[in-house]
Structure formats: C-alpha cells, structure tokens
C-alpha cells in the first residue's frame, strides 16, 4: 500500500520528483567519485608525485562538491514542495470524505478518533514516502552502485560483504510485527486521550459544577501513564531497528577490512585500491543501513494508512447522482413504500408511506423509537431508502440536484451549532451574499434583531465556543434567523425547543407559532403541550403512522396520542425550569399507585425532590444500590445495559413523562442499568427512605411493585443472555 502512495505522489508531482532525483544521482555520484579518488589519488598522483594529476583530481572533486550543493538544495526544497503538498493533499481529501457523510460515520468515528488521522496518521505517511522515496531510493541506488564497483575491484570480497549484508535486514524480520502491534496499541490510546480532551472541553462546565475535575484528571493521567509505557516500548522495538544493523555492519566492516588487509599483503591489492575499497564499502553500508533506518518509517506508515484507509473506505449513506434542478416546492412532500435501516436487516420503517401537505404547521409526534427522526432524515436526504421513495410535489429527491433541494428548505435543529464568528457571518452563512436589509429582516422574523442590537458590537459580535456567550434562546433565535433568511418553501425544527428552559421554549414556540401563519412549517417533537398548537399532528408509533388529525380529533380518538399526552400531564414547572412538582392525579396512572386513596396520594406527591442533570450524565449506574425511583419532568435519558462480558448497549430512550427505577421503592436490590441523559433533564425522584412507610399501609402498592420487579428481571436476563450469545 505505502509504494503505491509512493507512486501517487510521484505522478502528481514530476517537477519535485525530478529535483529530488537529480539530488539523489549527484549525491551518489560524488560520494563514489571521492571514494575511487583515494585509488588514484594515492596510485597515480601521490605516489609517484605528480602534481598536474593532483590538481586534475582536486579540481573535479571541487566541482562534483560544487554541483552537489547546488542539486541538494534543489532536492530539499523539492522534498519539502512534496511533504507539503501530501499534508495538504491527504489533509483536504479526509475534510472532503468527511462532508458528506451521515450520524453513522460520526457514530463510528468520534472526535478523537479523526483528529488522530489528521495530526499523526497524515504527518506519519508523508515522512515514510519522503523517507522511502529520497533516502531509500539513495541508499538502494548507492549500495547497486557500489557493490558493482566493488565487484570490479575485487569480487571475492565483495562476495563476503554481499553474503554478510543480510545481517543487516534480520532486526527487521525479528521486530517487524512487534512493532506494528504496539504501533496499532498506541493510536488506540491516542484517540481516547484526544477524545477525553475534546470531552472537557464541551463539558467544561459540567465538570466544574459537579467537582469532576479529579476523576477527569485521574482518566487522562491514566490514559498518559498507559500511552507512555507503550511509548518507551515502541521506541525501543524501534531504536533496535535501528540499532541491530549498525552492530552488523561493524561486524561486517572489521571482516572485510582483515580480509583486505591480507589481500595487500599477499599483493593482490595495492594501498590505494584497498583504501578504495574500504572507502566505498564503508559508503555501502551507510547506504545499507539507510535502508534498514527506512523500515520503523515504514512500518509506521503501514499502521497510519491502514487506519486512514479505514475512515476513507467509509462509503457515504446518501449518493449525489441527480443533475436536474428540483423545481420550486409547492404542494406536498411524501414518503412512498419506504423502507429504511440503520443495521441492517432490523428496518426502522417497513412499506412506509406518509404524505404531508406543504400549508401552515405539521407536527410529527412520537415516542422514542417510533421513526419520527427518521422521517425528517429522510425528507432532508440525509439518508436515502433501502427502497420506496421520497418526493416533493411527487418528484423523486434523488433524480434532482442535492443542492437544489437544500436551497429550497430550511432547518434548525436541537442543539443548533454557530460557528466562531460574528452574529453577521453567523446568520448570512446560507446566503452569503444577503444585503443587510434582509439579514435584518430575517432576525426581526426570528425575535432577536432588538436583542443583537443591544449588544455592544451589535451584529459584530463574535459568537465564541459555538455559542457559550450567548443564552440557550439568543442561540436557537440566530438559528431560525439564518434558516429564515434563505426564505425556505419549507422550514424544519428538529426538537427545535426542547432543551431550553420553560420559558424561554414558549417565548420562542409562539415566534415559530406566528412564522406559521407565512411558510410551511414540519417540525418533529415529543413535546406535545406545543404540538397540539399546530394544525395538524401525525403520531408515529413503531415505525408506522398510527393516527393523524388535529389535537382536539387525537384527543377524542383516545388512542396513542391521548395516552402521550396524559402521560405528559400532572407536572408543574417553576419559572425557568429550575424545579417541579407533580401533581396527585398523575401518580394515579402509574401501575403501582393505582388503586390509592387521594389523600395518600396527595402525601406522596409532596415527597417528590426535584433534581437537575446536564447531558451526559449517570443518574444512576448498573449495579449500585437503589434507593430512589424517578419521574422525567422535562429531558431525554437513554438506558444502558453491560453484559457480562463488558458489551455495553443502550436498550431504551426515556422522554417527558417517563419513569424508572421503582424497584428501588421496593428494596435496595442492585441497578438492573445505568440511566445517562441524553440532554439537560429535570427529574423528580422519591426515595426508598421516605416511601417505605406508605408502602407497608398499602398492601396493592407493594404487590405492584413486587410484579414489576418480576417482569423487570426476567427482561433484564433476557438482554444479557442476547448480548452474550454474539
């Protein structure tokens, strides 16, 4: 693989190719050039004293010295024209393969991991093809070169030092695969190191709230001390690579000098054929050794392109093929007999057909699970269909020019990411050339133009570490204001809202409510207090449109949807979202409390604590003690099993309204998984501690939850005997 690189570069580069051939031709020209000089510089000019001779062989070497310099120079600078062009080259095809790939990829390869390609991997490949190309094409042509001089001179003794150049090459075959293997063990390590470090930057505050900067520091010094051990490893493997025919070629050296020496004894070579000789077999096993000093660049090359290939081998989910522009979108988007996988084989969607008219506000609703993302992928071609179509006005988005869709729709999303840049570059992003007027206009759309201007650099003002210096609602307003300003035909909000605070949510719900009124608007929630404001509200339950209609005709249906809305019911949130209360009659839905009298009820709501968690993380852990069952007020948390043999997998994803953990209520039995929030959470949790006493009054509670236990458990081993049967 690596001399097929080699020749890449090669091709692309003839001009710098040739310098530094050139270079390498005038430098084995005057290395031999000076060591046959010693023949007849002692022979013919020293020896019998003639001056005219001297000067004729001091004057060539000037001038060979001369020319050296001059094509050295030349190859340097060639070798440095062509390192640099590979970093630039290799640097901007990993950024090109990047762009146009899905989550899967970036699911596949985290932060660190792509990082390490760009810093080591990259830099690592471009030094083993100068190496190999400038040092090693020197080194290899030097050792032709003289040893077919040398054969000329004396071939008995060049038989030996040929035989005895193989030692040269051994420390290569001994070490050669210990060496790829800790090579392959450190990068490893190295994206975890780099991994962990991009993690504390996005969560620096995290870390600073919750005291976590030891258990930080303690992961990275663990993670250092690990790299640093295989580090002294791996250098000395390779310093061996290197060491090894140094040794041999000593050895091999003080052989041929005592076999020369007797040769001049016995008069088969004169003085100065014999200081020839050894002059040039000494520039042949530099030259050898240059060879085998080749091979640890080599090796680390080996590794490095097989991890770059890795990520380039990596096919995009969504193929660029249309050529025809996608005419303006007017009527509806629709989803034919699709059929969609993230793994294949386990179809998230199967014959699904969905057809959504282009007017006023849609709502896609849904639990977790039920497709409703995938559904927008899939409209925003993200992902294209295993089979089916998606069409807009019932033309088939692959057959139009991808651009051509993106141009005509807007998007915000979740966790909307600005760039470091000024607000103004932040909002004209999608529209470069938008005049100033209707930047403006767009941030007036989106309810924050008076706010950017009350800034003291107004719209200059830059927007550091995707947005930290600004609030969670000024980031998702400068969203909407850049997706606005590309006047979409059709504007999509990925659960645009819900990971700001109450009331900053309903401030900027009611701006995208008022937008409505003037664009088609599809927007994917779980949150239904602000579904139910659209005109019309499709809820997907297991991959499969299960009702659709407006709330109030969901609501009458008294199927899915009225079941996630009650369950979305009973919780009472404090200005900002800093706490909350859940209310008597939304206890009575849960399994366990039915059946309770009010005023038991009434008791335990009040013994609910309101507890906040940022993303990411462990609210509880797999087999740690329960103590406390808990209800999800607001947020996003994903349920993660190990199995035996350390396999982690996330089972479930709880929203608004979801609980777990009531075994806890029942005995401090062990954590059957560990819960992890996927986004900032709002939990109410009641404690073993304070329930227990109502339960030993309330026979039907314990007798709930000791059947929830059972069922819990029997699922519980079921995961595992799953997880370790692969």
Request: some cysteine.
């Amino acid at each position: 693989m690596l001399w097929k690189t080699i020749l890449t570069s090669i091709r692309s580069s003839p001009f710098f190719t040739f310098l530094i051939v050139l270079g390498v031709l005038f430098d084995l020209l005057f290395q031999y050039f000076s060591s046959l000089s010693y023949k007849y510089l002692i022979d013919k000019a020293l020896m019998p004293r003639d001056i005219e001779a001297l000067a004729i062989i001091v004057g060539v070497l000037l001038a060979l010295g001369l020319l050296n310099v001059i094509a050295g120079i030349s190859s340097d600078y060639a070798k440095a024209k062509l390192g640099a062009k590979m970093l630039f080259d290799y640097r901007l095809s990993l950024f090109r393969h990047m762009l146009p790939q899905s989550h899967r990829f970036y699911e596949r390869f985290q932060v660190g991991d792509l990082l390490a390609r760009y810093s080591e991997d990259i830099p690592v490949i471009k030094t083993a093809v100068l190496q190999t190309f400038s040092g090693g094409l020197l080194s290899a042509l030097s050792v032709v070169i003289g040893l077919s001089i040398l054969f000329t001179m004396e071939w008995k003794l060049t038989l030996l030092a040929l035989g005895g150049s193989i030692l040269v090459f051994i420390p290569y075959r001994m070490f050669r695969n210990r060496s790829l293997a800790l090579a392959n063990v450190y990068y490893g390590h190295l994206e975890q190191f780099n991994g962990s470090i991009d993690e504390s930057m996005k969560a620096y505050r995290v870390i600073r709230v919750f005291d976590l900067r030891q258990s930080m520091l303690t992961k990275v010094e663990g993670i250092l001390h690990t790299m640093a051990s295989i580090g002294v490893k791996r250098s000395f493997v390779d310093s061996n690579l290197n060491r090894m025919p140094v040794l041999a070629i000593s050895i091999l050296t003080a052989i041929i000098l005592a076999y020369g020496s007797y040769l001049t004894f016995d008069g088969r070579l004169s003085i100065g054929e014999f200081i020839a000789f050894n002059s040039i077999f000494v520039t042949v096993g530099q030259s050898m050794y240059g060879i085998s000093a080749v091979l640890p660049h080599f090796l680390a090359a080996r590794t490095s392109l097989q991890r770059l290939q890795q990520v380039m081998d990596w096919k995009p989910d969504v193929t660029e093929r249309g050529v025809q522009e996608l005419p303006t979108i007017r009527t509806h988007v629709e989803l034919r007999d699709v059929t969609f996988a993230y793994v294949p084989g386990e179809p998230v969607l199967r014959h699904f057909d969905l057809s959504i008219p282009l007017s006023g506000h849609t709502s896609i609703v849904g639990a977790s699970g039920s497709g409703k993302s995938t559904v927008l992928q899939l409209m925003l071609r993200f992902a294209d269909p295993e089979s089916g179509a998606v069409l807009y006005d019932g033309r088939d988005i692959r057959e139009a020019r991808y651009a051509s869709l993106l141009g005509q729709v807007g998007i915000v999303f979740q966790d909307s990411i600005l760039f470091h840049a000024s607000i103004r570059d932040n909002i004209v992003v999608g529209k470069p050339d938008a005049t100033k007027e209707e930047m403006e206009e767009a941030a007036r759309a989106a309810g924050i133009h008076e706010t950017i201007i009350g800034f003291r650099d107004g719209y200059d003002t830059v927007i550091r570490n995707h947005g930290d210096n600004l609030s969670g609602g000024q980031r998702q307003r400068i969203a909407l204001a850049r997706a606005l300003l590309r006047s979409p035909n059709v504007l999509f909000l990925d659960e645009a809202t819900s990971a700001l605070d109450p009331d900053t949510e309903q401030s900027v719900n009611e701006t995208i409510l008022s937008l409505g009124r003037s664009r088609p608007i599809i927007s994917v929630t779980h949150r239904l207090a602000y579904a139910a404001l659209s005109d019309r509200i499709i809820v997907l339950d297991k991959g499969r449109v299960a009702e659709s209609g407006s709330h109030e005709q969901l609501m009458e249906q008294d199927g899915v949807y009225r079941r996630m809305w009650e369950k979305q019911q009973g919780f009472v949130l404090s200005r900002g979202g800093g706490s909350a209360q859940v209310q008597a009659d939304r206890l009575q839905q849960l399994p366990f409390f039915q059946g309770i009298e009010q005023g038991a009820l009434d008791q335990i709501s009040r013994l609910f604590v309101a507890e906040k968690f940022e993303a990411g993380e462990a609210v509880v852990e797999q087999g740690d003690q329960g103590e406390k069952f808990y209800l999800i007020a607001r947020g996003k948390v994903e349920i993660v099993v190990t199995s035996k043999s350390g396999e982690r997998r996330k089972v479930a994803v709880l929203e608004d309204g979801d609980h777990f953990g009531e075994i806890a209520l029942m005995q401090h039995i062990p954590r059957t998984a560990t819960v992890v929030t996927a986004t900032t959470c709002l939990l109410l949790s009641l404690s073993y501690e304070h329930f227990h006493p109502l339960m030993m009054r309330h026979s039907s509670i314990r007798e709930a939850l000791e059947a929830t236990l059972q069922t819990r458990m029997q699922g519980r081993e079921k995961i595992h005997a799953s997880m370790d049967s692969r």
